[in-house]
């Protein structure tokens, strides 16, 4: 069997710890780097914080990320992993976002902000990173701020408090989710193998 | 639509032992010894569990290890949040237990000695890791309640009085008044418990909760005598909890997690299932 080798950025905040154990558990080779290595079949951007601080911390290897996906291989952005693949975000209006998917970041409109908990999707159209997955299921999400791209690239949103937010999108080998796969449970632990499966078949 | 309630249980662990174990408490009193912290974890993670919560009851830094153990051997097989609590002193600790695997850590008595702590620690870790809990005393109000947040309760009108260590401690700090200013100073949740409730089974403090819940914009988690399933009903539509975290009645395996949310289900709450 061939066990994808998939790289999590390690950009200096969060449980990383969560996010190896499940892509271990799930029958992938990870492994955690503050460098992007161009051997690794599926690069994971993981992270929780602000914005302007994520895109400081992975400032130098902002260029190494960009060419692996222009490559052509698999990328996952988790929560702030989103967030970053966007132009720029309110949170820090100075910092410029990967652009990889055009659109900006904005604050969650609600009465009570953060998102915090358990929230089920509205699978919006048909994807490869959310490959089974039915509306209604429930994923962990906390956060802020959520991207605000085109509609063609948001393959599923879930509803707060009269808002629609945006929970995960997709274009080609880029995909993204706002909630973290790696707590959500056995439902989560399927996204990481639909990645780990993507990223093993180039 | 929107967000589920969520359904924590709490694993008091003694730390005595290499490995850790769970204790349960009987009215204060008598401990049983309920097993291993990680194994109880993944059963009620398989039960549906939406959070688990490990509290450190002897508050002891220099056990730190033995969490830092019971949180590895969890998140190697637990896919769900993961807060811990008890003897949270610094901002190290916090980024200790996000390391082993942990996602939030709980702070009560420190937070209150140093305030500034909830501040740098959410600088550091994020305020979505930094949980400030609250040990509520009900006092009956003062005449004229001077200075203090007047709750109208079934005991008559109370103000709530921080307490520290383990509940051992009153600090006069008014609690409804100490959340609104953990929330400005940079919490992500605050941790409810009511002294007088806690391990009563007879339900949580819908009074106290439901204050705290109007004034604040981040979650609040119902803590404290919660004995039935109707007891999460009540936290959620009277108390206007967020989510609600229970120790005995899962700890003696009265009711599963699923049994309980079964029960809110039926009465129209929002649960995970």
Same mark, same amino acid.
């Given at each position: 069997?061939?066990?994808?080798?998939?790289?999590?950025?390690?950009?200096?905040?969060?449980?990383?710890?969560?996010?190896?154990?499940?892509?271990?558990?799930?029958?992938?080779?990870?492994?955690?780097?503050?460098?992007?290595?161009?051997?690794?079949?599926?690069?994971?951007?993981?992270?929780?914080?602000?914005?302007?601080?994520?895109?400081?911390?992975?400032?130098?290897?902002?260029?190494?990320?960009?060419?692996?996906?222009?490559?052509?291989?698999?990328?996952?952005?988790?929560?702030?992993?989103?967030?970053?693949?966007?132009?720029?975000?309110?949170?820090?209006?100075?910092?410029?976002?990967?652009?990889?998917?055009?659109?900006?970041?904005?604050?969650?409109?609600?009465?009570?902000?953060?998102?915090?908990?358990?929230?089920?999707?509205?699978?919006?159209?048909?994807?490869?990173?959310?490959?089974?997955?039915?509306?209604?299921?429930?994923?962990?999400?906390?956060?802020?701020?959520?991207?605000?791209?085109?509609?063609?690239?948001?393959?599923?949103?879930?509803?707060?408090?009269?808002?629609?937010?945006?929970?995960?999108?997709?274009?080609?080998?880029?995909?993204?989710?706002?909630?973290?796969?790696?707590?959500?449970?056995?439902?989560?632990?399927?996204?990481?193998?639909?990645?780990?499966?993507?990223?093993?078949?180039? | 639509?929107?967000?589920?309630?969520?359904?924590?249980?709490?694993?008091?662990?003694?730390?005595?032992?290499?490995?850790?174990?769970?204790?349960?408490?009987?009215?204060?009193?008598?401990?049983?010894?309920?097993?291993?912290?990680?194994?109880?974890?993944?059963?009620?993670?398989?039960?549906?569990?939406?959070?688990?919560?490990?509290?450190?009851?002897?508050?002891?830094?220099?056990?730190?290890?033995?969490?830092?153990?019971?949180?590895?051997?969890?998140?190697?097989?637990?896919?769900?949040?993961?807060?811990?609590?008890?003897?949270?002193?610094?901002?190290?600790?916090?980024?200790?237990?996000?390391?082993?695997?942990?996602?939030?850590?709980?702070?009560?008595?420190?937070?209150?000695?140093?305030?500034?702590?909830?501040?740098?620690?959410?600088?550091?870790?994020?305020?979505?890791?930094?949980?400030?809990?609250?040990?509520?005393?009900?006092?009956?109000?003062?005449?004229?309640?001077?200075?203090?947040?007047?709750?109208?309760?079934?005991?008559?009108?109370?103000?709530?009085?921080?307490?520290? =260590?383990?509940?051992?401690?009153?600090?006069?700090?008014?609690?409804?008044?100490?959340?609104?200013?953990?929330?400005?100073?940079?919490?992500?949740?605050?941790?409810?418990?009511?002294?007088?409730?806690?391990?009563?089974?007879?339900?949580?403090?819908?009074?106290?909760?439901?204050?705290?819940?109007?004034?604040?914009?981040?979650?609040?988690?119902?803590?404290?005598?919660?004995?039935?399933?109707?007891?999460?009903?009540?936290?959620?539509?009277?108390?206007?909890?967020?989510?609600?975290?229970?120790?005995?009645?899962?700890?003696?395996?009265? =009711?599963?997690?699923?049994?309980?949310?079964?029960?809110?289900?039926?009465?129209?709450?929002?649960?995970?299932?």
């Amino acid at each position: 069997m061939n066990r994808p080798k998939i790289g999590i950025l390690d950009c200096g905040s969060g449980n990383l710890r969560s996010v190896y154990k499940a892509f271990r558990r799930e029958g992938a080779l990870p492994a955690i780097s503050k460098a992007v290595d161009p051997e690794w079949d599926g690069l994971v951007l993981p992270g929780v914080g602000a914005f302007g601080h994520a895109m400081r911390n992975i400032d130098h290897v902002r260029d190494d990320i960009l060419s692996f996906v222009r490559g052509g291989r698999h990328f996952l952005g988790i929560c702030l992993g989103l967030q970053v693949l966007m132009e720029s975000s309110e949170e820090n209006p100075g910092a410029a976002g990967l652009g990889l998917v055009p659109g900006n970041v904005v604050r969650i409109e609600a009465e009570k902000v953060p998102h915090i908990g358990w929230n089920s999707l509205d699978i919006r159209k048909e994807s490869q990173i959310l490959a089974g997955m039915k509306t209604g299921t429930y994923f962990y999400f906390v956060h802020s701020y959520h991207a605000d791209p085109a509609d063609e690239v948001v393959v599923a949103s879930c509803s707060y408090q009269g808002s629609h937010l945006t929970a995960a999108v997709e274009t080609d080998n880029v995909h993204a989710c706002q909630f973290h796969p790696e707590k959500s449970g056995s439902e989560g632990l399927k996204i990481i193998a639909n990645f780990s499966r993507l990223a093993g078949d180039g | 639509m929107g967000l589920a309630k969520r359904i924590i249980p709490c694993l008091d662990c003694d730390l005595a032992v290499p490995q850790g174990r769970v204790i349960k408490g009987i009215r204060f009193k008598q401990h049983v010894y309920a097993g291993d912290p990680a194994e109880r974890a993944r059963l009620y993670d398989e039960q549906g569990a939406d959070e688990i919560t490990f509290l450190d009851v002897t508050a002891s830094s220099e056990r730190r290890e033995t969490m830092v153990n019971v949180v590895e051997r969890t998140t190697d097989e637990v896919f769900i949040p993961v807060t811990v609590g008890g003897g949270i002193r610094k901002v190290e600790d916090f980024v200790r237990m996000l390391r082993a695997g942990a996602d939030k850590c709980s702070v009560t008595t420190a937070a209150l000695q140093n305030p500034g702590l909830i501040t740098r620690a959410a600088e550091v870790v994020g305020s979505q890791a930094v949980v400030v809990s609250i040990d509520a005393q009900r006092r009956d109000a003062p005449d004229g309640g001077r200075g203090k947040h007047i709750v109208d309760t079934p005991m008559g009108p109370s103000w709530y009085e921080c307490w520290v =260590y383990g509940g051992r401690e009153g600090t006069g700090v008014d609690a409804v008044e100490w959340a609104v200013e953990a929330e400005d100073r940079g919490a992500g949740e605050i941790l409810l418990n009511s002294i007088e409730t806690d391990g009563m089974q007879s339900g949580y403090d819908c009074s106290l909760t439901s204050t705290v819940s109007r004034l604040l914009s981040i979650p609040v988690i119902a803590s404290g005598g919660c004995g039935e399933p109707e007891h999460f009903l009540e936290a959620f539509r009277d108390g206007g909890a967020d989510a609600a975290l229970a120790a005995s009645i899962f700890h003696f395996d009265e =009711y599963t997690v699923g049994e309980v949310k079964d029960y809110l289900s039926q009465r129209g709450i929002r649960v995970r299932i």
